[in-house]
């Protein structure tokens, strides 16, 4: 079974801070790793995913996040932060077979000025 | 391309009813995922369509359905509404079978008040 855990509920920053959304992944198998983006009363957007190839992945809005095999990790960063990324953050997994996504229980970033 | 787009984006039942929850995929896309948000469980699989077949299921009990058209249009519908119901359904569609490049895109929801 796969499993995804995000190691911090709330991450509070200043504008132009730098942050990184933790997320580690358990699996047995292979898998495909996703973030997503929930702002309020809205649905999830995607933020970048790793299916394969370069570890370091990157996505919209400035995000970037890097894939680390030997610790089940799928961290994400951005060097820069604005207001409006005030927003839920979740880490997903999918096997292979891509037909369903195990979300973490999701990290909500606060950007304050 | 027209997102994915569920109807009706609110909805409040009473304990007892059923309801039926409606989502348009993007244009292609033969495949729709349900999941069910709410603070305490979060995100959680309710059940996959492709083609018209159920594909994948989570763990859920069976007041909760659904079912998909010839046009990829699916609905899902809970009976015997419970008060712990009360949930943002969302709805994702995908263009590819199985295998890699399978992304799930999401549709805004249906927010559910169970009374």
């Known amino acids: 079974a796969q499993s995804v855990t995000q190691l911090d509920s709330q991450v509070p920053v200043f504008e132009e801070a730098p942050v990184e959304l933790r997320c580690n992944y358990s699996?047995?198998?292979?898998?495909?790793l996703f973030w997503y983006v929930q702002y309020p009363n809205q649905g999830l957007q995607l933020l970048l995913k790793?299916?394969?190839?370069?570890?370091l992945v990157k996505g919209i809005n400035g995000f970037e996040a890097e894939f680390n095999k030997s610790q089940t990790s799928f961290h994400l960063r951005k060097p820069s932060v604005h207001i409006s990324d005030t927003a839920e953050y979740f880490c997903?997994?999918?096997?292979?077979?891509?037909?369903?996504?195990?979300f973490g229980k999701g990290t909500t970033l606060s950007v304050s000025s | 391309k027209a997102g994915v787009t569920q109807t009706p984006r609110y909805l409040i039942k009473t304990r007892g009813q059923q309801v039926t929850l409606s989502c348009s995929p993007i244009s292609g896309h033969r495949s729709v995922s349900w999941y069910q948000q709410t603070p305490g469980q979060g995100l959680q699989f309710l059940f996959e369509?492709?083609?018209?077949?159920?594909?994948n299921k989570g763990n859920f009990p069976g007041r909760f359905s659904g079912r998909q058209f010839s046009n990829s249009r699916s609905e899902m519908n809970v009976s015997t509404l419970e008060l712990g119901d009360s949930a943002l359904y969302l709805c994702a569609s995908s263009s590819l079978d199985r295998g890699i490049g399978n992304i799930q895109y999401f549709g805004a929801g249906t927010r559910l008040s169970v009374l």
């Open positions: 790793y299916l394969s190839g370069s570890t």
């Open positions: 369509y492709f083609s018209e077949t159920q594909r």
């Open positions: 997903a997994v999918s096997d292979k077979a891509g037909t369903a996504l195990i």
């Open positions: 699996s047995s198998v292979s898998v495909y």
